[in-house]
């Protein structure tokens, strides 16, 4: 066995680098239930301005702003309209349905992206039959998409389905860093078009916890009772919000660097033997198809014998994720080891 771990399985496996376990160590703290943690306080305003919203309420996931969010647009029976990849029906345990007792429209996105032509041909007629088409949810960078990003055209041609019909319009936005770093976007303008924004601090920026949920002030009034129903208020969390107050501070210009990884593992993917197909890689995430016959699981574990850990995301599908932990020595490694793997026939 060599001596060495390279974690590429996902972006939330990074550590806290010292200048941010400084931060942590350095925080005020209070009470958040009663307001009273100056840290909290001073992310959520932080995070507000950045997109210039009215408001932001800390959470410890993004799964928890999500569904606070899904809470908080709908009533029972009411239908979300979403791509069919999304992280709000695949991964959160059929919370849409657990938590609001709503029903979920499946689009068809390419690459996890949804168009304002697919939105407007699925929202309900006003039919008793029906159910009533309430929101609109996008996933920008996309998880399942291979880290894909939106055109901002198109999310503004959404937003205008959304005003025609009276949809409310969410955005999970887990991975928004790496898509307004890849396309030099601003939050600003996230905060035009959006009803409400997640974001998650421990993906992409390092942190070890945290998401924030960002919309106006009546929005996040509402979203503060649905957290302490979700059992989601903190105490002195102040010490994990100085870690996402110093990650805004210091981790979003370097997310460059984790989408030049994700390149360079791409180029490499796209030229082996055993590899059908690279997804377009856009930012951090790099999925691969190999060739037919072929098992994901068993090449995850030649990886994981070299010292590469990977994630089976399909029976024939690999993810690499790129991070803050992943130095450019590492992806050389990477690189040598994917080099050296040798499948024979019928393997
Ligand atoms: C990771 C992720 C989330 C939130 O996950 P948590 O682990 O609950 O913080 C939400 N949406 C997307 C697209 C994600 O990748």
New binding site residues.
Partial sequence: MQNWIIDFR?D?VTKPTPGMQEAMQQAAIGDDVFGEDPSINALESKTAELFGMQAAIYC???????QIAIKCHTQPGDEIICDEN???YQ??GGGIAFNSLCSVKLLAGNFGRISAAQIEGAVQPDDVHRPISRLVSL?N???RGGGSCYDFAEIQRIRAVCNKHQLALHL?G??LWNALIAKNESAIQYGQVFDSI?V?L??SLGCPVG?LLVGNHSFIKKARRIRKVFGGSMRQAGFLAAAGIYALDHHLERLKTDHSHAKRLESTLQILHFVKIVLPVETNIVIFELQDGLSAPALVNTLKERGILAYAIAPNRVRLVTHLDISSDMIDKTVEELNRIKYAAGH
């Fill in positions: 996902s939330t410890p996931s993004g799964t928890m702003t999500n999304s992280h709000i991964y959160e996933e960078t996309s998880n999970d887990a991975r997640s998650c421990s993906k998401s």
